[in-house]
């Protein structure tokens, strides 16, 4: 298997009409079947009737839908690549252990399977359009995302463009699109309750972006945990980061302002748990005896933090595996509705709590 990491979102011409193009919804919807009936119609599975094949057919052509991606399924005509795709910076991409161990999981479930890794960020508006039209033209076979925010339409295009897709996390409850995530509402849970059973009452946490699922999903399980433990939320023992270090040490500084009396401090990710540890450093903080701190992944840094941090563990690697093969799956066999795989969390405990 090999890797190939575009920066540039994607080339190429693009096949087919770049607007107005008819939905596997709506072919769905005329031959009066599931979206994965016609899925597996295009893509040549036995299980399906002959009327109903007939039925699909006749709608593919009525509506004219995307004749050339029917034509390329149907004749057994495979790139062997799949694309993942993380829409942010190189930058943050090779600077945070959640990513490189994601990247790590999904490349060796698709090395097991000869299939080829196409790792794309796209950071732009201009950037999603270009890789939209890189799918219109029949590069890879299926699409998996990473990292994706609430107002992103691109699980939606990849799906409208016929390709099978599979995200890392979700951009709501009530997600459409099949995805792997894990136990995220857990994570906080479990943070808060170990605080408390420490003895820690100021509990404050440090979010991710609150424009993304798993940010709003840790900060849940954070007000959830307060609750059951009988402690009242206080806003302002809530600040919003970023994932990203600085983000952690900016939170930080504005959770000391305004709370100067915490003493516990739940970080939704290492790496802003490592950042928050160099504000409370700055401001004579000592970790844990002032204040405790847990974060979550349990990626190295954890690990290297002075003292070692407490964090809650997700499979992160097993997250990628797991993506990989629900995207080959559906590739071979697409089923009728979209897969959620969940799976568990768990506190490691070290000095920082």
């Keep these: 298997m090999s890797c190939a990491l575009s920066y540039e979102g994607s080339t190429g011409a693009v096949n087919g009409r770049q607007s107005g193009r008819p939905t596997l919804e709506e072919v769905a919807a005329k031959a009066g079947v599931g979206r994965g009936t016609v899925s597996r119609v295009i893509n040549g599975s036995p299980r399906v009737s002959e009327r109903t094949r007939t039925a699909v057919a006749r709608a593919v052509a009525e509506l004219g839908y ?3 991606q029917a034509a390329r399924a149907l004749a057994g005509s495979r790139t062997d690549a799949i694309a993942l795709v993380i829409p942010e910076a190189e930058t943050r991409l090779f600077a945070e252990p959640y990513f490189l ?27 999603r359009q ?3 039209q890189y799918l219109a033209a029949q590069r890879v076979d299926g699409v998996l995302l990473a990292s994706v925010h609430g107002d992103d339409p691109l699980p939606d295009r990849v799906r409208e463009l016929g390709l099978p897709v599979v995200m890392n996390g979700r951009r709501s409850e009530a997600e459409p699109v099949p995805y792997v995530d894990s136990d995220n509402i857990g994570a906080g849970r479990a943070a808060v309750a170990h605080l408390v059973a420490r003895g820690r009452s100021r509990i404050a946490t440090v979010t991710g972006p609150l424009d993304m699922y798993v940010a709003r999903a840790r900060l849940g ?4 945990g307060l609750t059951e433990a009988g402690l009242a939320p206080d806003e302002a023992l809530v600040s919003a980061g970023d994932f990203t270090e600085e983000g952690g040490r900016q939170a930080m500084r504005e959770l000391l302002d305004r709370s100067p009396d915490l003493d516990a401090v739940f970080a939704a990710s290492d790496v802003m748990a490592a950042g928050a540890r160099s504000a409370l450093r700055e401001a004579g903080r000592r ?5 405790a701190l847990v974060g979550v992944d349990d990626s190295p840094v954890a690990r290297l933090t002075d003292p070692p941090l407490t964090s809650v563990r997700q499979p992160i690697e097993e997250m990628g595996r797991t993506m990989a093969r629900m995207l080959l799956q559906d590739i071979a066999d697409a089923p009728e509705e979209p897969r959620r795989h969940v799976l568990p969390t768990e506190l490691i405990v070290r000095e920082s709590s």
């Design 130 to 132: 270009r890789f939209e």
């Design 221 to 224: 399980g954070y007000r959830a």
């Design 287 to 291: 970790v844990p005896e002032d204040v």
């Design 66 to 68: 995307v004749p050339n």
């Design 101 to 127: 161990d994601l990247i790590r999981g999904v490349s060796a479930e698709l090395a097991e399977a000869d299939k080829q890794l196409l790792l794309t960020l796209v950071r732009s508006e201009q950037e």
